[in-house]
């Protein structure tokens, strides 16, 4: 478990990840990070005594009680001169005309929330990530805010080629860096407001060439059957990993610079909730929950231990799929991981995605509902700047009935080939006529989409207590009791006392699953992120303060469907959702039947039935034109 520095290895971290939580109120996430801090914390070795000891005790005083201090200091008076500007231009919220089009915003409102944006530019690394994560909160701020705080980007300059040789061979174990990649592009691939990644090339020692982690073991005549079902039915790409690798550096003294802000921003956070109006935002604990969504991304082991345990949940899923991490090469500051060679999927938004386009819809919201419904570990941070697309020839069904020596499917030709396919789409970026033209092209040749998820830094993963609520909520929604969910969102949640009218927002709730009932014969008309919308917009106006994990799903779904419509305007959320219900029906139905909950049942069966009678041939015409139905033998 302990890396040659003396510090955990990855594989602690996933150890500690899939740890069970139930019966508990911790997720792996919490656990990953509590081990992490305890690792920086300045203690005093018990092995040290006399004057040792007592030098160790000095050293560690003067740190935290004068050095720490000061620089904190200094760093409070660089903060005022950035945000006093920001302090005095406050009235201008109430300058100008209302836009109706922007939320019926006024002008000067919308000047300040700029500004506001770009002084957070200026602050650096933690106030960036501030201004991203208070995007993702419009059940506290304005959804105009919020529109404009999701446009804030990294503009933190790239450290020195010099200090990431170094932070890599440290990661190496002193390994001279030549000698560690065949390849290195010495100018970054991005550079964030806490990292910034290369692409490179390991040498031969040191790559993986193949999917090891997630390597075929033997498997039954069922198991058999079962995979070639799904090949024909899915059209399922050969998975087949790059043979480039792309590696994440934390910048230098990043943490310090963090942590300082975070203490800041928590002295701040008290201030402000001393005054009567705001109190209910409870910004003290809304630091405390940032501070962790921070520290979370400050240990990139945390990040290699969430790849390896998505790569194991898709394992046997179909065209989704997460980069290998060289767990043995992952340190606190350096992540190594399978190159994601693909086209971003905001090109596909942009320019469409021909003949493939309902087949990425769907695959991309597929992976997220088996993630929410059945994994509970999803992705928290689902833009289409995070979901590569690449292509891949299809998989034939096989109808071996044993397995046979084969030597591992060296990669390189495959690779390649993909490396061309994408090749040819990148000059049409801007083309939308040609750039169709060309996945028409390569969809004739037989290749198909895969979605690559990247950024795995942040997850949602619902501790005990808030997947019961989750569930009681579910059921309440299934049974269309738009009332009780209202009640329940109340009751449960984190200022119960701070709600205002809760008897008004339980009627909202009712009236507004009312009108999706109404809906229920044409659901593919529902669009559920306009519901969510709706909701998180009552949820402000009541102060109805949800959990953190609860909004991260909301805006999650909020996310993955406007992909999924803006690729296919028919996308239908239900009717996606229905093979997961399958899924989890089988796994979990026995015990909700036994328990006297039907709500899960209706909703399945109810979808079973629509989608019964909306059968198509597609499925057929899918597997004759690309030759699935001839088995290898």
């Known amino acids: 478990m302990a890396a040659a520095n003396g510090t955990l290895a990855t594989v602690a971290f996933v150890t500690i990840s899939e740890q069970d939580n139930t019966g508990t109120d911790e997720t792996g996430e919490k656990r990953m990070l509590e081990v992490s801090r305890d690792e920086i914390k300045k203690t005093v070795n018990d092995s040290d005594r006399g004057l040792a000891r007592t030098g160790r005790q000095i050293i560690i005083f003067l740190h935290l009680y004068i050095w720490e201090p000061i620089c904190t200091g200094v760093r409070f008076l660089h903060l005022?001169?950035?945000?006093?500007?920001?302090?005095?231009?406050?009235?201008?919220?109430?300058?100008?005309?209302?836009?109706?089009?922007?939320?019926?915003?006024?002008t000067g409102t919308l000047w300040w929330y700029s500004f506001l944006v770009k002084s957070m530019e200026w602050a650096g690394p933690a106030f960036i990530k501030l201004g991203q994560w208070a995007a993702s909160r419009s059940d506290i701020f304005p959804n105009e805010m919020c529109e404009i705080m999701a446009k804030l980007h990294a503009d933190a300059p790239a450290h020195s080629l010099h200090a990431t040789?170094?932070?890599?061979?440290?990661?190496?174990?002193?390994?001279?860096?030549?000698?560690?990649?065949?390849?290195?592009?010495?100018?970054?691939?991005?550079?964030?407001a806490i990292a910034q990644v290369y692409r490179a090339k390991l040498k031969p020692d040191l790559a993986v060439p193949s999917d090891i982690d997630v390597a075929e073991t033997e498997a039954d005549l069922h198991h058999?059957?079962?995979?070639n079902v799904e090949t024909i039915l899915k059209s399922t790409p050969k998975r087949v990993p790059s043979s480039y690798v792309a590696v994440k550096v934390l910048h230098p003294g990043v943490e310090r610079t963090v942590r300082r802000d975070l203490r800041i921003m928590g002295f701040f956070a008290s201030v402000l909730n001393?005054?009567?109006?705001?109190?209910?935002?409870?910004?003290?604990?809304?630091?405390?929950?940032?501070?962790?969504?921070?520290?979370?991304?400050?240990?990139?082991?945390?990040?290699?231990?969430?790849?390896?345990?998505?790569?194991?949940?898709?394992?046997?899923?179909?065209?989704?799929?997460?980069?290998?991490?060289?767990?043995?090469?992952?340190?606190?500051?350096?992540?190594?991981?399978?190159?994601?060679?693909?086209?971003p999927l905001a090109d596909f938004i942009a320019n469409g995605g021909g003949v493939f386009q309902q087949d990425i819809a769907s695959e991309g919201l597929d992976a997220f509902l088996r993630m929410l419904l059945l994994d509970n570990f999803i992705h928290a941070d689902l833009h289409p700047g995070n979901i590569m697309v690449r292509f891949y020839e299809s998989e034939k069904p096989s109808l071996r009935l044993h397995r046979r020596n084969e030597k591992p499917y060296a990669g390189q030709q495959s690779d390649d080939a993909t490396e061309t396919v994408l090749s040819r789409l990148r000059p049409f970026r801007d083309n939308k006529d040609l750039w169709e033209a060309e996945l028409a092209k390569i969809d004739r040749e037989g290749f198909r989409p895969q979605l690559i998820f990247i950024d795995t830094g942040l997850v949602t993963e619902l501790n005990g207590t808030n997947r019961r609520n989750f569930l009681d909520l579910f059921r309440a929604v299934a049974e269309f009791d738009g009332y009780k969910a209202g009640h329940l969102m109340c009751e449960r949640c984190r200022q119960p006392d701070a709600v205002l009218d809760e008897e008004v927002f339980a009627l909202k709730m009712q009236h507004l699953v009312l009108d999706v009932k109404s809906k229920t014969l044409a659901l593919g008309n529902v669009k559920?992120?306009?519901?969510?919308?709706?909701?998180?917009?009552?949820?402000?106006?009541?102060?109805?303060?949800m959990e953190g994990d609860f909004v991260n799903v909301v805006i999650s779904i909020l996310l993955l469907e406007g992909i999924g419509r803006s690729l296919n305007p028919d996308i239908d959320l239900l009717s996606s959702s229905l093979p997961i219900l399958r899924q989890l029906g089988a796994q979990s139905g026995k015990d909700m039947v036994r328990q006297g909950d039907f709500s899960m049942l209706m909703v399945w069966v109810g979808l079973e039935t629509r989608r019964f009678m909306q059968a198509s041939i597609e499925d057929v015409e899918r597997c004759v034109k690309y030759d699935l139905l001839s088995p290898n033998v």
Do not use: C
């Open 80 to 106: 005022l001169g950035i945000f006093v500007p920001v302090i005095l231009t406050v009235p201008a919220i109430w300058v100008g005309r209302r836009r109706p089009d922007r939320d019926n915003e006024r």
């Open 224 to 227: 058999k059957v079962r995979k």
């Open 274 to 343: 001393a005054i009567p109006t705001i109190e209910w935002l409870s910004l003290p604990d809304e630091v405390e929950q940032f501070g962790e969504m921070m520290r979370l991304q400050l240990d990139l082991r945390i990040e290699a231990a969430n790849l390896t345990r998505f790569r194991k949940n898709f394992k046997d899923r179909t065209t989704a799929w997460f980069p290998f991490p060289y767990s043995e090469f992952s340190t606190r500051n350096v992540l190594v991981e399978e190159f994601a060679n693909g086209i």
């Open 528 to 545: 559920i992120g306009d519901i969510l919308q709706n909701v998180l917009s009552m949820v402000r106006q009541h102060h109805v303060r």
């Open 165 to 192: 040789r170094r932070i890599i061979q440290a990661a190496f174990n002193g390994r001279d860096f030549s000698e560690i990649f065949e390849e290195f592009d010495p100018k970054p691939l991005g550079v964030g």
